[in-house]
């Protein structure tokens, strides 16, 4: 039997609202009320909790430091898949074949990886276009669950849609018996790919610097300051003559000033 979810109040949804704020940077808009009951009611069931006022008191005693984790993961977790916005991939095809014979390895940086289609789709780009000069992918996020998903590399047959076949052909393989249904990212490109959990929210060092950064589909769920202070963040890490990506939905206008705009969505540090 489904277990019928705990109702809310305004009180403790605002509670939760303001943590996620804190941690994440993420503004939780009355909209997703319905979207956090039904992630976070399976903990307060797990804690034998009845409302969600304890729960945020487990939470606050630090008493069980792994469960804030756990709520991070649940509340920041979001959709995506391979190749999302190709008009993007084209693109970074257009850059490596202009600096092909580039000195230095190309790095590129996947700013909110997720479980790490983004980072994979990069990849294998790369390998394609980049024979001549190194390369590498970094994927964070601040989820340790979907960081865990993307180091493994394997995804579920219903989800490689975006996928070009030749690239699916050399840099995927289908699992069999026990992994049918599943497809695994060649050992040899997930060697290229590393992740690692960021907050992008706070001061950001040991990453190094990026000729590419993408950060897609994640500043919708910031308010301006926030969008402000994550970009501020990232912008030290780009190289000159870089670039920075935001998703379809997404805009740096009013957000820096240290970008010019080589198409929408698509920046380039002058600096």
Sequence with gaps: MNEVPLPITDQEFALFQRLIYKLAGISLSDAKRTLLVGRLGRRLNHHCLATYTQYHRLLMSGEQPDELQKMVD??????TYFFREPQHFDFLRQVLRQERRAPGTFRIWSGASSSGEEAYSMAMVLAEECTDRPWQVFGSDISLTVLAKAQAGVYSQERISGIPPACLRKYCLKGVRAQEGKLLIDAGLRQKVSFAQVNLTLPITGVGDFDVIFLR??????????KRK??????????????FIVGHSESLTGITDRL???KPTIYRNPS
């Design 260 to 262: 010019q705009v080589v």
């Design 74 to 79: 649940l509340l920041t977790t979001n959709e």
């Design 217 to 226: 589909n994640v500043m919708i769920y910031f308010d301006a300051p926030t």
């Design 230 to 243: 994550v970009v501020e963040n990232m912008l030290p890490h780009l190289k000159r003559g870089g670039y």
